[in-house]
């Protein structure tokens, strides 16, 4: 019951307002301050009644890290980036000056979203499992090549089969047709195609596009992995 809410509401302001709603940028809370504050929020629905994006991911995460007494950066390096020599991912830029200008487009052109030297170049009050990693096109490459090709290091084959399934049901996908398009759905934590609603879907195409202009699909129907990482946030490839 809690998620991103797309529509203008009493509940989204409710999330602006507490400073919990979905953000490109690292929030200026503590992961306690974050559940503290989601917790004080009504459901947006009944647990299970429907599908939201993003905040239950960073609940996960705080979970994750209670569970386990690491900070989420020592459990992705842990668990993911360092296996996979991905060295230059992490929840800061380990050389800010490699970090390029995050824009926003609007009516007047370009607005500078994020700076080399701004959010990303230190280190978060709050590490957000959702979103909030900086990487390079060919680490993300490296990421998504391995779990195409059965999931080692990371995960076993048939975890990779369980995450990028289809997780929603009709009913949970209704709900989420303000977020997710047509022939889209979503598996654990990625987005999955269901159906070829648009040519360059395919169904079990899995990856997503995120809110800075990121894009990353694994296509096993074309036995191809792509990513394009782009500067232009809230845009499309």
Do not use: C, K, N
Not at 187 to 202: H, S
Request: negative net charge; glycine residues 12%.
């Amino acid at each position: 019951g809690w998620g991103i809410v797309m529509e203008q509401t009493p509940l989204q302001a409710a999330m602006i307002e507490r400073g919990v709603f979905g953000s490109p940028l690292h929030r200026d809370v503590s992961a306690d301050e974050f559940v503290d504050r989601v917790a004080s929020l009504p459901l947006a629905f009944q647990p299970g009644a429907g599908w939201m994006y993003e905040t239950g991911i960073d609940l996960l995460g705080i979970l994750l890290m209670r569970v386990t007494g690491q900070s989420l950066a020592d459990l992705v390096a842990e668990r993911i980036t360092d296996p996979l020599g991905m060295a230059s991912t992490g929840f800061q830029a380990s050389d800010p000056t490699r970090l390029a200008t995050a824009y926003l487009p609007g009516p007047d052109g370009l607005a500078v979203l994020d700076p080399p030297d701004g959010t990303f170049a230190v280190a978060p009050p709050f590490e957000e499992l959702g979103s909030g990693l900086v990487s390079t096109a060919p680490d993300v490459l490296r990421f998504y090549s391995a779990l195409a090709d059965g999931g080692s290091p990371v995960l076993t084959a048939d975890e990779v089969g369980l995450m990028t399934a289809d997780a929603l049901t009709p009913q949970q996908r209704g709900s989420a047709r303000v977020f997710l398009g047509p022939g889209e759905s979503w598996g654990l934590a990625t987005g999955v195609d269901v159906e070829a609603a648009e040519p360059w879907q395919a169904p079990g195409r899995w990856g997503r596009t995120g809110g800075t202009g990121t894009t990353a699909y694994v296509d096993p129907v074309r036995d191809t992995v792509a990513v394009l990482l782009t500067q232009r946030a809230m845009t499309g490839p």
